[in-house]
């Protein structure tokens, strides 16, 4: 009773996520795929699945329980409505959509339909350390969290292709999701701060300093560093009434040598997370297979798009941007 | 294609690796099952799993391809023999046997029939940070291993059921296959030695203290403590020429609090190891799948079954009590 | 021919700081002491010391070298000048002074003498962790300092005594000097931001979170938590363009327990810097001594009173408040 | 009134407690040296130091109130003699003698003298780490100790100065001493394990493993490791009944860079003991000034030269050694 899936988009994302619903996850099988460029879908496509040209027709196949979207972040909106029109669950990588606009359209139409059925990308919700973190906040011994400290550091960025807007419109989503859920909270405003720039990225504005002043008064701040070299280094700290909760080291082995006590830090993203991917998809599984969706929902990606357009109006403004959201429809409760 | 897996013994460890088989991993379905206790056999028997009467009868059925073997200690010889009589792959729980004597029986089954079918259940190999610590010293930057300090903390074992040969013959046998892993080498003989007893234990013979000399030189030092109440707490770091590798902390939040900056450590060997059983289980499909085996061999179960001997006679002697080994066949070479 | 020593203020600090002198400290010798209960001066002062009932007199009698004053804030200014008036070496307490025109008095009269006399008691700078910090930083290999995070965490602070500016002209002080310190900079800047109030002041606000934006475009974050129950938590990271460098833990017993694998945290912050203090001292005593004065100056002070000033503006009215400072004189390069 | 001070020995430790005692220590005054070379003693004596050339005579001086002997192994009995016969305080460098037979003259003198005057120089027991150490476990929180594994890691050792012998009757009386202290007990036999040989050291025994029997039944392992190149590697950890106590890694900054999240270890062992010398020797002279002796005692370096003893019976004989020790004076109880 494998739920059967289709996959938009082949492109390095879409492959990495066939590769997991192919050779490492439970109770799933792609049966369809479909890319802009459809030579490399039928070169990617897993034995058995059938290369579609159209997209809609994908979505709409009988064959297809399920979708999943790794397309150009342009497209999502378009794919779905397609999705949601199906009546059919829908796992969307980041970014759900690309303006404040098509967020709205898809919560209307999902609302519309009375039952969730997309779940978008923030595997950080599916990380083991990130999950442990949550359950120490939710479990109160420290009493009501105040102030949340999120790091996000990258070695490099491609030059040329990754801008400057990238760290507020794409780097910072994961930061925002994270807090809005490890605190159980809404993003009322973002402002964002430049220090003096690190040399190592040309043009690039790196790092960048965000603040996110939450509903309930808590206050998140961001690092945000793209260029750093040493690894991919996460970490986020929760300062709260009684005490402080904070990710640990990642579990590398401890050498002692020549450049001390030492454990080394993950080198990319996909070393530090790809249990979270597998994660993520392994809950969306049994969700799809049930008809509907859990995890990260489209309100969350709603709450991402808004973030990122206000931090970009922040960092042109240098002031506080106010967020202004709809009132939260009771699906998303 | 899935390998159709029968398994015998649906007592707690069988249970747990017929739900690890259904419900976590892929390309595997559990088509048979067996236990002395016929009743047990059925309830927990998964949909559409035979129950057989006869292990026999279950081992060369034709609808299984490989076995699965979590019976009684007692039982595995027997099981095993049959299990490469009919040619089948087999994953066999610790012990692999209880006796030198089935052990050599084992070995030259095997070696008979001319290719590996034999995996024992040594997960500590299958760990992530174990692994790790591996590639580190096989690695050769920190020059040749000279020791290894091997501790296995155990926060209570059940009062009467858990006798003083146990940290023996059964608890010190992951150390010992750990040691002869990640040292790439073999155990030439055990002396043990006994500390003032721990009061939590009543009569029971523990902690101890097990030194096991490797052919090549090294040593290795176990500390076993089964009664130590605050966790169960692997620990191992190799001390080489050049430095020093070792596991690190257990990847749990860092909170700072009242108790001050701390982590926890896991409860049982269930919370620590449970990747590790997964992890075996996802190679054995695997290989089995191949119609072989990889992983920890019969030859590494013979080799834990004399250390366990040796330990038993060492204790008793207070001496240096050495190991004769068989050559080793080249099919475990 | 030990330093022959004047305290004014024999308050808590003020008797803490006698004790050093006398029992810990080589090459100083307290000679004479002056308080305004000079009852409480009487019963401090050490065998063999002068008590004298005029500050005045303190300061300019030959029989004493160099003045320690510990005395209440508003009487800094008062004694400092005097100090440097009768040309003796001066340790003062923080805060040097509490307005920024007492500030500009003392240094024009420093400057005025021709020679540093002034040393403040900011003591960080001579704590062994930061100054390992700094020599990461200096040492440049970790590149250019873009950002620093600061926490400045109490257990808690005496109801009613400790009022909402304190965390901004008292609490906060330290980190601002120490920050200028490790980034060899000034702070050209401040804002205040407030999070959720803790439950645990009652009207108090804290916590609260200070940007110190520094001349070189570095930016700095603090935060302050005054009542945050479990310990005394001083904390510091430096992120760079190639790497991050941060204070470590305090190096207290590692337990394994039923709290997990823990460390204490110091429960306050005579715990946490008596060394510092200590060594703060012994520097001081050398330097006065040699007629002079090193370490923090009269210009770190001035820096400090600023930015309490821009940080007591800044939570008013949210606003980024610039900080007009003099031209360094060359006395303090 | 400062302790007057002569020392018996200009060579680099006397040369380093010299500098202490004149430029870090307080109440005291170095006053008379004395070396078998006398010009080094002339060249090493502090400015008013008189030069003797007869240990006899410094020891008798009026003008000396207490005695530091830092002079070779060999020559500590009759020096130490001659302070007890003079009724003087004496620290003595270890070893403080180098046979069975001289630590018992030592016993008998100082028993005889009726009260204690001698102070052994194992500078752990006023190490920071190593007194909270001890205050845990004699806390009780933890339960009773079982197993102490002790850790003496050295980066390098002189190549032929350093000979075979020297880590049982050189490096191990520090692991010895200490484990005495730690555990309140006392050491009743030895046993040496030789693992196989580090490359490094040409022909030098090393590693080496040595069990240290305790008269309580707790045991105690120390690995002993002279070249291992990446540091001075001091490292304990104390196996109680409910848990587990160790040494923390020494507070160098955490830096985050190309080799990983990692802190420097120190380089040799002034490095790692500075404080404790200089606070083995602050407490010297508070007792020493009250005309006796605190800290480690003659009986202390009588059991270490027992150890040691044993340790080179244990290393050629394989066995398990015994220590005879005689019934220990109420004097050092």
């Known amino acids: 009773m494998s739920l059967r899936v289709g996959v938009i988009g082949t492109g390095m994302i879409g492959q ?6 192919t050779k490492v996850l439970q109770g799933v099988e792609v049966v369809a795929v479909n890319d802009i460029d459809e030579n490399r879908a039928t070169a990617i496509a897993p034995e058995g699945a059938k290369v579609f040209t159209s997209v809609k027709e994908l979505i709409h196949s009988e064959t297809v329980d399920a979708v999943v979207i790794c397309s150009w972040g342009a497209a999502h909106e378009e794919q779905l409505l397609e999705c949601i029109a199906a009546g059919k669950p829908v796992f969307c990588e980041k970014p759900m959509v690309i303006s404040e606009e098509s967020a709205l359209k898809v919560l209307a139409a999902e609302v519309a339909y009375g039952k969730r059925l997309v779940q978008v990308g923030f ?3 599916f990380d083991a350390d990130y999950r442990r973190l949550k359950a120490v906040i939710d479990g109160g011994t420290l009493g009501t969290p105040l102030m ?3 790091t996000h550091r990258n070695p490099s960025v491609p030059e040329g292709l990754y ?3 990238m760290p507020l419109n794409d780097t910072l989503v994961h930061d925002a ?3 809005r859920w490890l605190l159980s ?3 009322d405003a973002v402002e964002v701060r430049v220090p003096r720039r690190s040399t190592r990225g040309g043009e690039l504005r790196d790092p960048t300093i965000v603040l996110l002043h939450m ?3 808590a206050i998140v701040d961001v690092e945000i560093s793209v260029n750093i070299a040493y690894g991919y280094d996460i970490r986020g700290e929760v300062s709260c009434e009684l005490g402080v909760a904070a990710l640990p080291n990642r579990p590398a082995t401890v050498i002692s040598d020549q450049h001390g006590i030492r454990q080394a830090i993950p080198e990319d993203w996909r070393e530090r997370f790809i249990e979270a991917y597998d994660q993520e998809f392994r809950e ?4 799809a297979s049930a008809g509907t969706a859990t995890g990260p929902s489209a309100w969350d990606g709603y709450a991402a798009t808004l973030t990122a357009d206000a931090a970009l109006r922040a960092v042109t403004s240098g002031q506080r941007e106010p967020i202004k959201r709809i009132s939260k429809p009771d699906l998303y409760n």
Not at 16 to 21: E, G, P, Q, S, T
Not at 284 to 287: F, K, L, S
């Open 16 to 21: 990495d996520h066939i590769r997991r619903l």
């Open 123 to 125: 595997m950080r919700r």
């Open 148 to 150: 949340y400290h999120s």
């Open 163 to 165: 801008t400057s807007d």
């Open 177 to 179: 999701d994270i807090s």
């Open 185 to 187: 909270d809404e993003i």
């Open 215 to 217: 509903a309930s008064g």
């Open 284 to 287: 969306w599984i049994a969700a």
